[in-house]
């Protein structure tokens, strides 16, 4: 399992983001509850997870579902459960692989809720186990990557 301090030391995703995630921070610094502040969440949840860091993906997909109006959950939740299976916290319901087309879908999946319980205590660590304090970390992080 990768920690927040092989984040902070390693990761580095690609300027080529800069265009999705500058206008994601703006939005959720703006209005953080906001329908568009989900949308926003699940921005930086793809880029993260497209950059090879699941973990900081979930982190976020979490935080942002617990303060999150109605509006587009359902990418949020999708976000989470590829995160899930990526990690390995979740796995596939029935054999065979899992086309990207299908996340989301009810029943999909089945989560490993003890695995996932003691994996998040382990991440929020540095965070005094605060889920907010790591979801404002991790922002703080992309918005450190991408200062010019």
Excluded: Y
């Excluded at 301090?5 to 580095?12: E, T």
């Excluded at 949020?76 to 979740?90: F, I, M, S, T």
């Excluded at 970390?137 to 010019?148: H, M, S, Y």
């Amino acid at each position: 399992m990768r920690s927040w301090d092989h984040f902070v030391a390693h990761w580095h995703p690609s300027k080529g983001w800069a265009s999705t995630v500058i206008p994601a921070v703006e939005t959720i610094e703006r209005d953080p509850t906001s329908v568009e502040a989900t949308t926003a969440w699940c921005d930086i949840a793809m880029m993260l997870g497209d950059t090879k860091a699941s973990e900081l993906a979930l982190i976020v997909c979490l935080h942002a579902a617990t303060g999150s109006p109605q509006g587009n959950v359902a990418r949020l939740a999708a976000h989470r459960e590829l995160c899930l299976l990526d990690l390995g916290l979740a796995h596939a319901t029935r054999p065979g692989p899992v086309l990207l087309a299908e996340i989301g879908a009810p029943g999909l999946t089945q989560t490993d809720d003890p695995a996932l319980e003691t994996w998040l205590a382990e991440q929020l660590t540095p965070f005094e186990g605060n889920l907010a304090r790591a979801a404002a970390a991790i922002l703080a992080l992309v918005v450190a990557r991408f200062e010019p």
